[in-house]
């Protein structure tokens, strides 16, 4: 099988083509291509915490309130209605306290609120250009 130089800048291993990086490299690459993803996701941001807080997951939280007033999915087409398991923020609250707390919100299943949703608020933030 023909060879070829490890893809990690100033390694000369040599790998099989169609590897990317040696053994030694594969593991420390995977890494620095997770770490953007790994920022984006700091706990240190306001959000995180209400997220895991009594008043929204409690029994009497914020969340569970509104998955009992509209048990199923708002976005869904009305033939194939799903069970909602999201409550999600109408308006994004973007760690705004105000907002997470007290804005409007929908139920809608997480198909819906991982697809439709976040595409259309990607699309906003293009638009605003935020």
């Known amino acids: ?3 070829k ?3 990690h800048p100033g390694c000369f291993r040599l790998v099989e083509v169609g590897t990317g990086y040696c053994d030694a490299h594969a593991r420390s690459e995977k890494q620095d291509r997770d770490k953007p993803t790994e920022a984006k ?5 306001p959000s995180r915490k209400w ?3 009594k008043g929204w997951r409690g029994k009497t939280g914020r969340r569970l309130q509104q998955l009992n007033a509209e048990p199923l999915c708002r976005l869904c087409p009305e033939h194939s209605k799903q069970l909602a398991t999201i409550a ?3 308006v ?11 804005g409007a919100l929908q139920s809608l299943c997480k198909s819906c609120h991982d697809i439709k ?4 608020e990607r699309r906003e933030q293009v638009k605003g250009g935020l």
């Open 1 to 3: 099988m023909p060879k």
């Open 5 to 7: 130089p490890c893809a």
């Open 41 to 45: 996701r700091r706990s240190d941001r």
């Open 51 to 53: 997220y895991n807080s």
């Open 88 to 90: 999600d923020h109408v």
């Open 92 to 102: 994004p609250h973007r760690d705004d306290h105000g907002l997470f707390w007290f």
């Open 117 to 120: 949703k976040q595409r259309a």
